[in-house]
C-alpha cells in the first residue's frame, strides 16, 4: 500500500500497533476519522490520553478504580475472607456479570509466561502474598480461601502452579475454578483432555 | 458491561464510534494502551491528531495529499486526458496497486445516497465538471474521457447513473469499468444478475 500522505501513513502506523487492528483496518478507521467532524478525533485522543494519564490501580486488589480503592474492595457488601485471582480486568467484569460471586478480587495484571519475559516479579504476586500476611495478623477479617482463576491455558496453569505453591506456605485454603465441559456443550464434541479432566475431578453428587 | 472506572468508560465509548469496533473490542485496545506504556498513547494520539488538523486534499482531484496537488497530478507521467472518478482514496490505492492505469483520478468523497442523506452537491461532482470544462478550453491537454469506477452497488449505480448523465451534456466520452464474473470465478457459484451482467456486456473478440 502506498498512501500519497505521510501523515495519514502515520496515523495508519500507530492504528495498526494496536492488537488485532492490520493496515487496511487502520486506513478504514483513519479515513472514518477523516470524514467526520473534527471534534470526533478530539473527544477520541482526549479520551485516550486522560485515560492513560489519569486512570489508577486499586492499592488492594491493582483492579483499576478511578480512587485509591476500587469500588468492591471499597463496598461493605462484599466479603472480605475470599479473594479471587484474575488476570487482567476484563476477567473481574466477566466474573461480575456472572452475580455469582460475592467476595473480592487480586488483579495479576498477566500471567507467568516464559515466552513473553513474564516471570512473578512482574505480577501482583508479592502484594497478594502481603494481602494474605495482613489479614491473618487482622483477627476480624481473616482471608479463609484464595479462589485462582486463571484461564486453562499452559501460562494459566503455570501459574496457578505457582501461586498454589505459594500460598500454600501460608497454611491457606486455595482452590481453582473448575474446568469441565461447558453448560449447553455435548459430550461428544468436547475435546478429549477437557472431557478427562471432568471426569477426573468428577462432583460427587451426595456430599455436595 | 460495568466498567469501575469512568475514564476507561469514556475512552471505550470513544474508541467504539469507529465502525467495525464493538464494545468489546474497545475495551481490549483500552486495556492494552493501558498496559503498554504511555508512549505508545501518546504517539497514537499525536499521529491521529496531526493527521486531522495538517492533512490536505488535492486541489485538482480532491485526492489525500500532503500539499496543494497530489503526487498523481502533479507526475509528468500520467496521462491527464484520462480521469478515472472514484468514491475514495481507498479504491485510488486499489487500482494504484494494479498498475495498469496511467491517467488521473477524480476523488468523489461518496456516493449518492438519499437514505444516509448524500446529494449530490455533498460530493465533489461540480468540481468534476469545472475540470472538465477548463480542460476544453485548455486545447493542450483536453480530457478525452472519463471512466466511473465506483461500486456496483445500488448506491453506486446511481452515482454512476447521475455522472453519466452529466458529463454526456459536456459531449465528453464517459465509460465504466467492466462488471462481470472474477478473475478465476467459477460459471457456477456467480449470483444470477452478474452472470446476467456478464452477458449482456460481452466483450467482442474479433473487435478487441
Request: proline share 3%.
Amino acid at each position: 500500500m502506498n498512501i500519497p500522505s505521510k501523515l495519514i501513513e502515520d496515523a495508519v502506523t500507530e492504528i495498526s500497533r494496536l492488537p488485532g487492528i492490520g493496515k487496511k483496518t487502520a486506513l478504514r478507521l483513519a479515513l472514518h476519522l477523516l470524514k467526520q467532524n473534527e471534534v470526533h478525533t478530539e473527544a477520541l485522543t482526549l479520551a485516550l490520553t486522560r485515560m492513560r494519564q489519569e486512570v489508577q490501580y486499586c492499592k488492594k486488589c491493582h483492579n483499576i478504580s478511578d480512587g485509591e480503592i476500587c469500588q468492591i474492595c471499597a463496598s461493605m457488601r462484599r466479603d472480605k475472607t475470599v479473594i479471587c485471582v484474575v488476570e487482567d480486568i476484563r476477567d473481574v467484569l466477566a466474573i461480575e456479570n456472572t452475580n455469582q460471586y460475592q467476595g473480592t478480587y487480586h488483579v495479576l495484571g498477566g500471567v507467568i509466561s516464559p515466552i513473553q519475559g513474564i516471570g512473578p516479579e512482574e505480577l501482583t504476586i508479592e502484594s497478594l502474598l502481603e494481602r494474605v500476611s495482613l489479614s491473618q495478623e487482622d483477627e476480624e477479617e481473616p482471608i479463609q480461601e484464595i479462589i485462582l482463576a486463571l484461564s486453562a491455558t499452559m501460562e494459566g496453569d503455570t501459574t496457578s502452579f505457582y501461586l498454589a505453591k505459594r500460598l500454600k506456605e501460608k497454611g491457606i485454603k486455595v482452590s481453582t475454578i473448575a474446568r469441565g465441559i461447558p453448560v449447553g456443550g455435548e459430550l461428544e464434541y468436547t475435546d478429549e483432555v477437557t472431557l478427562g479432566r471432568s471426569i477426573m475431578t468428577r462432583i460427587n453428587y451426595s456430599t455436595e
